[in-house]
């Protein structure tokens, strides 16, 4: 009898001990993966941007055309508008704008020919615009307000009716923000082709 009580009381601080690592076994909390967070910059650039902008432009452009008869010489003109700006991520956007553009130039054969056209024009561009360069590419739809042709000692004749009244073209150029905070300031060079005449443009912006 003797002999058996130390191997009961061994049986005993056995089982006792072998429940208590069980307990803490089940009550050991679960390791979760720890949550990568992403930093408050990159989750501002992704999410917080102006979806809807508005533009004014305004500047001067240089026309030029070839001629199958004679010689062209490039003339200076104008363009201005509005424009709407639709971003779907903060680098890339869609342009819409609507612009009065008035091109001319002169051509010689047996004598001095100005020409004058007047267009409303209105060009659907991409851009994409990593930091403060952008550039854009995309077609124009031109109609037809006025043409006018006649020789410099005379008086210019309207040939508005003679001509065709819509016109596609494309363009394409590149543009630098001289101010952006918040409202951005920006200059542009483009190249305007059209069926008949090109166009080199500088144009002022303002995008807010």
């Known amino acids: 009898m003797r002999s058996t009580i130390p191997f009961l009381v061994f049986l005993f601080f056995f089982i006792s001990t072998d429940d208590v690592v069980a ?12 949550k990568t967070e992403v930093p408050r910059q990159e989750r501002e650039a992704t999410t917080d941007f102006k979806k809807i902008g508005f533009r004014l432009q305004a500047g001067p452009n240089f026309s030029f055309v070839n001629v199958d008869l004679g010689e062209a010489t490039a003339g200076f003109g104008f363009q201005g508008g509005v424009g709407l700006v639709y971003r779907f991520h903060p680098k890339f956007k869609m342009r819409f704008d609507a612009l009065y553009s ?5 051509q ?4 001095v020919n100005q020409n004058r056209v007047t267009h409303f024009t209105i060009p659907a561009l991409f851009e994409y615009h990593p930091n403060r360069f952008s550039f854009f590419v995309g077609p124009h739809f031109n109609y037809l307000l006025k043409a006018e042709v006649g020789s410099t000692n005379s008086d210019l004749f309207d040939v508005t009716e003679s001509r065709d009244r819509f016109l596609p073209g494309s363009r394409i150029g590149i543009g630098f923000d001289l101010v952006n905070t918040g409202t951005i300031v920006r200059a542009e060079g483009s190249i305007l082709a059209d069926n008949d005449i090109s166009s080199l443009n500088l144009t002022f912006v303002v995008i807010f």
């Open 23 to 34: 307990q803490k076994k089940r009550k050991r909390p679960t390791k979760r993966p720890a």
């Open 102 to 106: 008035f091109r001319q130039y002169e």
């Open 108 to 111: 010689q054969f047996t004598s």
